[in-house]
């Protein structure tokens, strides 16, 4: 299968290069400006890490814990979602491209990169608000 490779920015300044199947759609840059369509939801978000880098994900595509992408239940794979942290204000977009997660009452599993631009590392899990976004 053919790979697409690119260099993603994120909003720490990061640059991380990524090769992805020709397939999968480029998790969100944070130079790009999005437009909210709708909020989605609320509730608690937790993250994943290592423990599951290289695994497939619903979508196929391989689990890489420094993408900007997440789980969720029911949003239809290759969603981009706005997930915005109740207590700080802190926000980030990212592609929906597995499902879950199934542990207690958690509303949306991020990527660690996700995580760590939300600012919630430390803490594990926080709440949040959840809006689907459109690229401009």
Known sequence: ???KQSIVVLGSGLALFAATPAWAEEAPAAAET???IE??????????GREIA????AS??????ETLTAAHRTLPFGSLVRVTDALTGNSVIVRINDR?????KRVIDLSKAAARELGIVGRGTARV???LV???
């Open 100 to 104: 879950g997660p199934f542990a207690g």
């Open 39 to 48: 909020k989605v939801g609320e509730g608690l978000a937790s993250f994943f």
């Open 34 to 36: 999005h437009t909210v």
């Open 129 to 131: 608000i959840m809006s």
């Open 60 to 65: 196929g595509e391989k689990c890489d814990p």
């Open 134 to 136: 459109a690229r401009n």
């Open 1 to 3: 299968m053919p790979l």
């Open 54 to 57: 290289g695994l497939r994900t």
